[in-house]
């Protein structure tokens, strides 16, 4: 099998052979990103800050890289709703400096963007079906997305929703934690996804930078609500309604992500369990 990080090289060595820079690399998607790219030149919050205009177009022009992909986000969605500035500063202008020094050097962009750009109020979204936000960081998220059409053209933004993976706070790890430690675990049942395994989003990375420039859906397959999602993995999950589990930040009710450029990736199941396993592994 031809290794991931090739097949995008070679793809891309017309325009400059091979280099590849990853932002917000040490989050969770970024981690996974990194083994993926093994090559790639990394840079953290530390050494990448994606809200300063002047460092992110300096940084870019020194690499002058092929590729940029950018992971780094404010992922807190009930932190945004208190700290508005900071989730437009991250998530809306960040993407749009990364996509202005991109157009400069002439640089593909992969950016990342989620389901809670929708309102959660139809069966499914298509990837150009109309943005409806519900919550700071879905508006915050549409305006990366706005931004980075309106500096570039050579993008691929990819929509994901339900991430869980090793080097972040997830919902898998939560579950799992509170299972050991309470007799019942209540998870809300009324809220309805696609859960996503940032090693599979990672690996379908390499194919979407070949594809054409535009906005694409990758998640695993399969659909369900959040309690579902723990019964896969834990003996003690008990459903709840999100108005009995009130959150800071409204999420969209059914969030579906329909994928109707690429091939389906493997069953949210399948990867859960090998997630799992690859955590008792490690332990
Ligand atoms: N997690 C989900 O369920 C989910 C769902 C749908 C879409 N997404 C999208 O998928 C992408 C990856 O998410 P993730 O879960 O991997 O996020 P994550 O684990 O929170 O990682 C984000 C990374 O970005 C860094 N960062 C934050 N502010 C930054 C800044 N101003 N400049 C540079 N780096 C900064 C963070 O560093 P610090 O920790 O040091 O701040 C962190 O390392 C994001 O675009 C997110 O919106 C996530």
Same mark, same amino acid.
């Given at each position: 099998?031809?290794?991931?990080?090739?097949?995008?090289?070679?793809?891309?060595?017309?325009?400059? +052979?091979? #280099?590849?820079?990853?932002?917000?690399?040490?989050?969770?998607?970024?981690?996974?990103?990194?083994?993926?790219?093994?090559?790639?030149?990394?840079?953290?919050?530390?050494?990448?800050?994606?809200?300063?205009?002047?460092?992110?177009?300096?940084?870019?022009?020194?690499?002058?890289?092929?590729?940029?992909?950018?992971?780094?986000?404010?992922?807190?969605?009930?932190?945004?709703?208190?700290?508005?500035?900071?989730?437009?500063?991250?998530?809306?202008?960040?993407?749009?400096?990364?996509?202005?020094?991109?157009?400069?050097?002439?640089?593909?962009?992969?950016?990342?963007?989620?389901?809670?750009?929708?309102?959660?109020? #139809?069966?499914?979204?298509?990837?150009?079906?109309?943005?409806?936000?519900?919550?700071?960081?879905?508006?915050?998220?549409?305006?990366?997305?706005?931004?980075?059409?309106?500096?570039?053209?050579?993008?691929?933004?990819?929509?994901?929703?339900?991430?869980?993976?090793?080097?972040?706070?997830?919902?898998?790890?939560?579950?799992?934690?509170?299972?050991?430690?309470?007799?019942?675990?209540?998870?809300?049942?009324?809220?309805?996804?696609?859960?996503?395994?940032?090693?599979?989003?990672?690996?379908?990375?390499?194919?979407?930078?070949?594809?054409?420039?535009?906005?694409?859906?990758?998640?695993?397959?399969?659909?369900?609500?959040?309690?579902?999602?723990?019964?896969?993995?834990?003996?003690?999950?008990?459903?709840?309604?999100?108005?009995?589990?009130?959150?800071?930040?409204?999420? +969209?009710?059914?969030?579906?992500?329909?994928?109707?450029?690429?091939?389906?990736? *493997?069953?949210?199941?399948?990867?859960?369990?090998?997630?799992?396993?690859?955590? *008792?592994?490690?332990?």
């Amino acid at each position: 099998m031809v290794h991931p990080e090739r097949m995008v090289v070679e793809t891309i060595k017309e325009i400059n +052979p091979g #280099k590849i820079v990853i932002f917000g690399a040490n989050g969770m998607l970024g981690h996974a990103l990194q083994q993926v790219f093994p090559k790639a030149h990394c840079f953290g919050h530390r050494d990448g800050e994606i809200t300063n205009e002047d460092a992110v177009m300096k940084m870019v022009k020194r690499e002058r890289p092929a590729v940029i992909i950018n992971a780094a986000a404010y992922t807190d969605v009930d932190g945004c709703e208190d700290n508005r500035d900071h989730a437009f500063a991250v998530n809306g202008y960040g993407p749009g400096y990364i996509a202005a020094a991109c157009s400069e050097v002439g640089a593909i962009l992969v950016h990342y963007s989620t389901d809670y750009i929708f309102d959660g109020t #139809k069966p499914e979204y298509h990837e150009d079906d109309l943005p409806n936000p519900l919550s700071i960081y879905g508006e915050s998220k549409l305006m990366g997305e706005v931004s980075i059409r309106k500096n570039m053209d050579d993008y691929r933004i990819i929509r994901t929703s339900w991430l869980f993976g090793s080097h972040g706070k997830n919902f898998v790890d939560t579950i799992l934690g509170l299972s050991a430690k309470i007799p019942e675990v209540r998870v809300v049942n009324d809220q309805i996804g696609k859960p996503t395994y940032t090693v599979d989003l990672a690996h379908a990375t390499p194919d979407i930078i070949s594809r054409a420039p535009g906005v694409y859906h990758i998640t695993n397959d399969g659909i369900c609500s959040w309690y579902e999602f723990a019964s896969a993995f834990i003996p003690n999950a008990t459903p709840c309604t999100t108005a009995e589990f009130p959150r800071k930040a409204k999420r +969209p009710g059914y969030s579906v992500l329909a994928n109707t450029k690429t091939p389906p990736l *493997r069953h949210w199941r399948e990867a859960v369990r090998e997630y799992i396993q690859t955590k *008792r592994n490690v332990v």
